[in-house]
Each structure stands twice: as C-alpha cells, then as structure tokens.
C-alpha cells in the first residue's frame, strides 16, 4: 500500500506545527502476519519526507515524540508493556531517501537546512515481543544517531550563526560604554 501527505505534529512547547511531513510513504506487508500476534512488514519506503529538528543536542522535539511514542503505546517491552492484546511488530527494512531537514537552535536566527544522507535501518522489530513502541524507538534512535552528526558535520553554518550571534552581542556592549 501507499500513504500520501503524511504529517506528524510537533510535542507541546515546539515553535513549528510539524516535526515531520511524507511526501509518500509505501508499505509491503506480508498479508499473512495481518490479524496475527505479530505484524511482519518486509519494507517501508519514505521519500520526500521534510523533518524539523527544535533543540538542542541534549533535548529535541525528536526525543520528545520518541518519549510520547512509549507512553502512548504501553512502553517498551522492556518496561513490561501492559496491553498483552496489541500486536507486536517486525520491520524488515525501512528505507528514508530525499529527506529535507529544517534546523531551529535557539542560537541561530534563522532555520538551517539540511538534506539527511539516505538512511537505511535493517531487522526492526526482530525480537519476538517487540512492541509497537520498541520498533519507533529503534526509528526514532537511528534518525536521531543520523541527525546529530549532521548538524555537527554542518558546523560551518552554526559556526558562522555563532559568530554573527557574538559580534552582534560584542558591539552592543561596546555601544554601552562610548558614553
């Protein structure tokens, strides 16, 4: 199957509406594993898909939808997910290409953007009593694992942000004490 337009809102306290937006997104469902303990899909494809990353490194909007992710779906199983009636979930492999990344710092006047590199994520789920919630997890970890290094990597431009942020602070001080 095919999903278009998809949206994903952004946690409470976040500036932009969206933290993510598909543009297309294809499922390949093995229809065996429909109505079973375990939903089993051989392969999500997500293109075009714009993410918005508010933050920093230690907190994001990212993190925020993974916690919320576990609490709206019973916790991982590791944290004894309390509904036994929900299926579990295996993803065989989810592929995310042309991935527009919007930055918003509290440091940077303006958002960064980025294109994330393809991002590729094998066996999701594999364990036999992976929940919902441990296979967003799993997502949610990746994208952040890809995520960090990319605005890292991207330093240039938050460098420059920096800069531009200290110069201005600079001669606003130095407009202080010409008196």
């Known amino acids: ?20 937006t598909i543009d297309n997104l294809s499922v390949h469902v093995d229809p065996g594993s429909i109505g079973s303990d375990k ?43 309390d509904d036994a009636s929900a299926p579990n ?15 918003h710092m509290s440091f940077l006047d303006q958002t960064l953007g980025l294109t994330l590199p393809t991002l590729e994520i094998n066996d999701l789920g594999e364990d036999e009593d992976a929940t919902v919630a441990d296979v967003i997890n799993e997502v949610l970890i990746a994208l952040n694992k890809s995520l960090v290094p990319l605005i890292r990597d991207n330093a240039s431009g938050v460098t420059d942000k920096l800069k531009e942020v200290g110069e201005k602070v600079t001669d606003k001080l130095k407009g202080l004490f010409k008196r």
């Not at 199957?1 to 993510?20: E, F, M, Q, R």
């Not at 999500?44 to 609490?71: H, P, R, W």
């Open 89 to 103: 979930l295996q993803i065989d492999r989810l592929l995310l290409t042309n991935t527009n990344v919007g930055v």
């Open 39 to 81: 939903i089993h899909i051989k392969e999500i494809i997500v293109d075009g898909a714009s993410l918005t990353y508010e933050g920093n490194f230690l907190d994001s909007n990212i993190k925020q939808l993974q916690k919320a992710a576990e609490t709206s779906t019973g916790g991982t199983a590791e944290e004894g997910n």
């Open 1 to 20: 199957g095919s999903i278009s337009g998809l949206t994903v809102a952004n946690p409470a306290d976040y500036d932009s509406p969206h933290a993510i």
